[in-house]
């Protein structure tokens, strides 16, 4: 009651006034004098919002911040509220669709990937899994509907480098994420964004088998060789890359990516022994090979970069064959862009209207 009488005795302020006067309540001959912006107070109250903008301007693009740079807050709840299910239906065609994981400082990768993508035709079927608030509104606000986040997100501002626990973490998500789409009846191709397509991969996708993955070995095998999983290394387990990974929506599918799950939860990361997701893939597809239809794409068509970009003489003599190469091998963000650029394979810098997102600022 006695807020509400408070209320009532207040006077009404005209809402066309100058919302930085002074009050009603303090000298009438100075209330209504307007402020220059080259007085005393003009000049504190321009300090003051220089102080406000560089304090919330480097959130823009941020869920904690209301107002960024492009998006409205409208567009901000509706891309949070956004869910695989809905993305993956949005995005499938022909019951498939082409997946990747990316986090904010790897978007050049992904621009470069993508490229690669849409010159083969298939950039209607990507969906992006933002890692972080700031990929799920860049690559929506450019290309709306082709990015979803699955909670939590990680920070936005790491590039996360091989065999750190940050890395680990981005990685160990991976096998999960993979599962929800097979549970939903999707085909799903998986890719790291540190790719190049040269030819249309579905095309080697023979037969009707569970899974189809690429060998990390860079021991040439014989252009005919087996598509059956190698037998272990060293370690006692094979040497599969986790990087591209093509699945059909079936019980076999599904088992191997709940192993590699559960392989992840019994070997985790730790400053003594600094796994990945790969060893568990492995372990995953080994444990369950009996149960589960395998396929080993052609070594030819889908090359190690410890191969492609290591061995000059076997890319000569199987120049033509090549459909996807793998940047890996090699560990840096700027690595792996000098690599690229030294083998004519990053396109961003000329091709970049060649990409759904266009030209990233």
């Known amino acids: 009651m006695a807020q509400q009488q408070f209320l009532h005795q207040r006077p009404i302020q005209n809402p066309f006034t100058n919302p930085f006067a002074s009050s009603p309540l303090s ?16 000049l504190l109250l321009l300090l003051a919002l220089l102080v406000i903008l560089g304090v919330f301007l480097p959130w823009a693009g941020s869920p904690l911040f209301p107002f960024p740079n492009r998006l409205s807050s409208s567009s901000q709840s509706r891309w949070r509220d956004y869910s695989l299910a809905q993305a993956v239906k949005f995005v ?33 079927q990507v969906l992006v899994i933002a890692e972080d608030y700031a990929t799920l509104y860049k690559v929506n606000e ?22 750190s626990q940050g890395f680990f973490n981005f990685t160990a998500r991976r096998p999960q994420h993979l599962l929800q789409i097979l549970e939903l009846g999707y085909n799903v191709m998986y890719n790291d964004v540190d ?4 030819q249309d991969p579905f095309q080697y996708l023979e037969g009707k088998h569970d899974a189809y993955f690429m060998d990390d ?16 290394g060293k370690k006692g387990r094979t040497y599969i890359c986790s990087c591209m990974i093509f699945l059909r929506p079936t019980n ?90 030294d083998f004519g394979l990053w396109l961003v810098d000329d091709h970049s209207s060649e990409s759904p997102l266009g030209k990233l600022e």
């Open 195 to 198: 790719m190049v397509w040269l």
């Open 142 to 163: 450019k290309w709306p509907g082709h990015a979803v986040l699955i909670p939590p997100a990680f920070d936005s501002q790491t590039a996360h480098k091989f065999g």
């Open 217 to 232: 070995m860079t021991a040439i095998k014989p252009l005919d060789h087996s598509h059956a999983l190698p037998p272990p």
């Open 27 to 42: 000298n009438s001959s100075t209330s209504n004098r307007p402020i220059s912006l080259f007085s005393r107070n003009g």
């Open 252 to 341: 076999g599918a599904k088992l191997l990516m709940k192993k590699w799950i559960e392989e992840l939860q019994t070997q985790p990361w730790s400053r003594a022994k600094k796994a990945n997701d790969q060893p568990g893939f492995n372990w995953a597809l080994n444990k369950t090979a009996h149960q589960v239809d395998l396929y080993l794409l052609s070594q030819a068509a889908f090359p190690t970069g410890g191969l492609y970009f290591k061995n000059s003489t076997w890319v000569k003599e199987t120049k033509g064959k090549h459909v996807i190469i793998h940047n890996n091998y090699i560990v840096g963000f700027e690595k792996k862009t000098k690599r690229f650029r």
């Open 92 to 124: 499938a065609k022909n019951g498939t669709v082409i997946v990747c994981a990316v986090s904010y400082p790897y978007l050049p990768f992904l621009n470069n990937w993508l490229i690669s993508v849409s010159r083969q035709k298939h950039q209607d």
